[in-house]
């Protein structure tokens, strides 16, 4: 039993490490530049990995237009050498723009000395702390999944379960690893089931945003009370029934899967919910959503092995599960809202404008508040003292978002409402006509590349662009701001195609900043909550 255990830990591990361990090296380079002396000239060559392809964005007085699969490789005089900037890019991310110049024995540096073998690439909802944002999200998702009226009961039977079968502390653990891998599969399924390609179109498609946003709604309905979502009793009683006639690691493995089956009417919302947010980060957001959330599920299970006298002390399941489900039905409610704006704002449909996504989040928390205030005082002093913890910030929240109806900018939920107008700003949403209108005005420009699913987008429109000192420096300019999920019309894909083939990018967002004649003037600015960064950044 030990040597299984620690397989099991060392598993776990070694995913953890294989999955962690990109994030924080970032060592994707599919680019390996090398010079070589030939008498007063130099060959310079790059190879490329399979998969990729890469652009030269500038080297010196020479301009490229085409992309290179698999090598490039150019003789130049010595006198003729200069930097080299350049990107690559496969099906699912672009690298940052890179410069490369050939210095001898020390081919592999900037002008400003900086080794950049293993400088990170950049795309929004793609970086660590994005996949750790997604991570904690999945431990939330747990810890609120372990309050559900169909999870919570199950702790002291199978805790008391295992202890009666004799193998308490170890098999209580190899119970705790069996949901985790359980989940973390599901994860690694949703990730296979999709691709890389179909996961970060999910973010924008209609159809599939439609879907989650009908699919929530009815978890929401269903913890209101209104009907019940269960997979067939037969489905766990065969699974239950094996479980006890199986011996070893198997059986509990089916225990587990046993507790999967009969806790998904509460914890299928939340582990959707979790699921689509992951969708429009990356590759590897599914399989971190559900690392946390298994984490945090499978966690009082071994604790209460480990400490079986807790169970004495742990809440009976009761009316206290009933106001719970109603709580993650109101937030279930309002989360919903983001998949049906996405789709509404890439489409141009209009049917859900700011003003009305902020009064439904107004009812929802205030529904909180209210609904845990009503009968407050026929429950018993610990529960009044935790609905009032509850209750305060429902409804403060709520208040906090009432003048958002009139234009305020409640900055709080900028990464999930419809952006805001930012008043005192001419934008041009067309690429050539902003270029044009800067040529004959004689102004700079900045573009904007953004996107309606970018998160990070409505968080730095809220803290950054309607900055007051922001503001009166971007009067300076022209302001072109070009949406790359924009699906009316093939505006999005232009939009998109200029911002790889011109600037060497496919992150949002990513501002560049060119003078009238449109000559990049400065390195692009990508995601900050910094108004005084972005200041700094620009030119006029």
């Given amino acids: 039993m030990k040597r299984i255990v620690t397989i099991l830990v060392f598993c776990l591990l070694s995913f953890s490490a294989a999955v962690f361990n990109p994030l924080f090296a970032q060592l994707v380079q599919p680019v390996k530049w090398s010079g070589e002396e030939v008498g007063d000239s130099v060959r310079l060559r790059a190879v490329v990995e399979p998969g990729w392809h890469m652009s030269i964005l500038e080297m010196g007085e020479f301009m490229f237009t085409q992309e290179f699969q698999d090598s490039f490789s150019m003789t130049?005089?010595?006198?003729?050498?200069?930097?080299?900037?350049?990107?690559?890019?496969?099906?699912?991310?672009?690298?940052?723009?890179?410069?490369?110049?050939?210095?001898g024995a020390s081919p592999q540096s900037s002008p400003e000395g900086k080794d950049l073998q293993n400088t990170p690439p950049f795309r929004e909802g793609q970086g660590v702390g994005s996949l750790l944002w997604i991570f904690m999200?999945?431990?939330?998702?747990?810890?609120?999944?372990?309050?559900?009226p169909c999870v919570w009961p199950i702790i002291p039977m199978t805790v008391s379960f295992f202890l009666k079968k004799g193998g308490g502390l170890k098999d209580a653990v190899l119970y705790g690893l069996s949901i985790v891998i359980l989940y973390v599969g599901l994860g690694l399924l949703v990730t296979i089931l999709f691709g890389a390609s179909a996961l970060n179109d999910l973010s924008t498609n209609a159809v599939v945003n439609i879907v989650f946003f009908l699919i929530l709604v009815i978890f929401a309905l269903s913890f209101f009370g209104l009907f019940e979502i269960t997979l067939p009793d037969?489905?766990?009683?065969?699974?239950?029934?094996?479980?006890?006639?199986?011996g070893g690691f198997l059986s509990i493995l089916l225990m587990a899967f046993t507790l999967v089956i009969v806790s998904f009417s509460c914890t299928g919302p939340i582990i959707g919910t979790l699921l689509v947010e992951a969708a429009g980060?990356?590759?590897?957001?599914?399989?971190?959503?559900?690392?946390?959330?298994?984490?945090?599920?499978?966690?009082?299970?071994?604790?209460?092995?480990?400490?079986?006298?807790?169970?004495?002390?742990a809440p009976k399941s009761g009316d206290w599960m009933t106001s719970f489900k109603v709580v993650l039905a109101f937030l279930e409610l309002a989360l919903s809202l983001k998949f049906l704006s996405v789709a509404d704002m890439a489409y141009g449909w209009g049917i859900l404008p700011r003003c009305l996504f902020i009064a439904i989040w107004i009812v929802c928390f205030a529904g909180i508040g209210i609904y845990l205030l009503w009968n407050i005082r026929n429950v018993s002093t610990t529960r009044k003292i935790i609905r009032v913890i509850v209750i305060i910030p429902s409804l403060v929240f709520a208040g906090y978002l009432v003048p958002g109806l009139w234009g305020a900018p409640v900055k709080a939920i900028s990464a999930f409402a419809p952006p805001m107008e930012i008043e005192g700003r001419e934008v041009f949403?067309?690429?050539?006509?902003?270029?044009?209108?800067?040529?004959q005005t004689g102004k700079p420009v900045i573009i904007d590349f953004t996107g309606y699913g970018c998160v990070n987008c409505r968080k730095m429109e809220a803290y950054v662009l309607d900055n007051d000192s922001v503001k009166a420096r971007l009067q300076n300019y022209v302001f072109i701001e070009l949406f790359v999920d924009d699906k009316r019309d093939g505006i999005g894909d232009r939009n998109s195609a200029i911002q790889r083939e011109q600037f060497g990018s496919n992150a949002q967002p990513y501002y560049v900043q060119l003078d009238a004649y449109g000559t990049q003037v400065a390195e692009p600015m990508a995601f900050t909550t910094d108004p005084m960064e972005f200041i700094n950044w620009l030119k006029y």
């Fill in 281 to 313: 980060h990356s590759l590897l957001a599914p399989t971190m959503g559900m690392l946390g959330f298994a984490i945090a599920l499978a966690l009082p299970f071994s604790l209460f092995a480990m400490f079986p006298e807790w169970l004495k002390q």
């Fill in 137 to 148: 999200l999945g431990l939330l998702g747990g810890l609120l999944a372990i309050f559900t």
């Fill in 429 to 439: 949403n067309d690429y050539e006509e902003g270029l044009a209108y800067a040529r």
């Fill in 234 to 246: 037969s489905w766990s009683t065969a699974l239950d029934s094996k479980a006890r006639s199986t």
């Fill in 76 to 103: 130049v005089a010595k006198t003729d050498l200069a930097p080299i900037r350049f990107n690559a890019c496969n099906d699912l991310m672009c690298t940052a723009p890179e410069i490369w110049e050939y210095e």
